[in-house]
């Protein structure tokens, strides 16, 4: 089953601009990570943030965890025709067989 | 170091067929996993194997098998195949655990089943 919802579920935006992409969980987590995934080949982890950080950065990216609201942004900064691809959150849960679990995707759309 | 490799990268199966994909992990990496991805149920988790035992495994009907040897080379096993068993097969690996390490993905196996 599926514990995260991303939204938007789709978005296309022109190169250089921010491209910002949200992640929802239903249960406590021990961490939750980013992946990207270039038209249905594997996937490529860009970042974990841990239940106990609160910001993270990497390069251009730059990832909130507020588990409070159960939620997670990642946020890309000069977006490239490079950064096009589907980017998925994936927690671990604290409980339960479940492992990585991700969430739908967002479809990410860089126009030059 | 080489990543994680899966073979064969894409297969064509029959209905009522078995199957057998396999992956190898980086070297040095003990726990692999097993993904599911379709374009309705997106990603899902099929099971985890560490040191030659399933430690972990999620919801999946007992077609669905794996095993991992000695060297964490790991394979899985898909009986009696339905159509709905087309998907993309993703394999991950880490270092000890696949609860608070990266994973790392494979390039999958995309199978086919008519």
């Known amino acids: 089953s599926q514990q995260g919802e991303e939204d938007p579920q789709a978005l296309s935006i022109q190169e250089g601009e921010n491209a910002t992409m949200n992640c929802s969980y239903k249960t406590s987590i021990n961490n939750l990570q980013w992946y990207r995934q270039n038209s249905g080949r594997g996937l490529v982890h860009l970042i974990l943030?841990?239940?106990?950080?609160r910001e993270k950065h990497s390069g251009r990216l730059r990832v909130t965890l507020d588990t409070s609201k159960k939620s997670s942004s990642l946020l890309i900064t000069a977006s490239r025709a490079a950064d096009t691809a589907s980017y998925f959150c994936a927690t671990v849960p604290i409980q339960g067989a479940q492992k990585l679990v991700f969430g739908q995707g967002t479809r990410l759309t860089i126009n030059p | 170091k080489a990543g994680v490799t899966q073979t064969p990268r894409y297969l064509i199966k029959t209905r009522g067929q078995q199957v057998t994909l396999s992956c190898s992990p980086i070297?040095?990496?003990?726990?692999v996993s097993w993904y599911q991805q379709t374009p309705g149920q997106g990603l899902q988790f099929l099971f985890e194997?560490?040191?030659?035992?399933?430690?972990n495994k999620g919801n999946f009907p007992g077609r669905f098998s794996g095993r991992q040897f000695s060297n964490s080379r790991s394979e899985m096993n898909v009986s009696t195949l339905e159509l709905g068993d087309s998907a993309l097969y993703l394999c991950?690996?880490?270092?000890?655990?696949?609860?608070?390490?990266?994973?790392?993905f494979g390039p999958g196996t995309r199978l086919l089943v008519l």
């Open positions: 070297s040095g990496h003990r726990s």
């Open positions: 991950a690996s880490s270092l000890v655990s696949n609860r608070g390490e990266t994973q790392y």
């Open positions: 943030i841990r239940s106990n950080e």
């Open positions: 194997y560490f040191s030659e035992t399933q430690r």
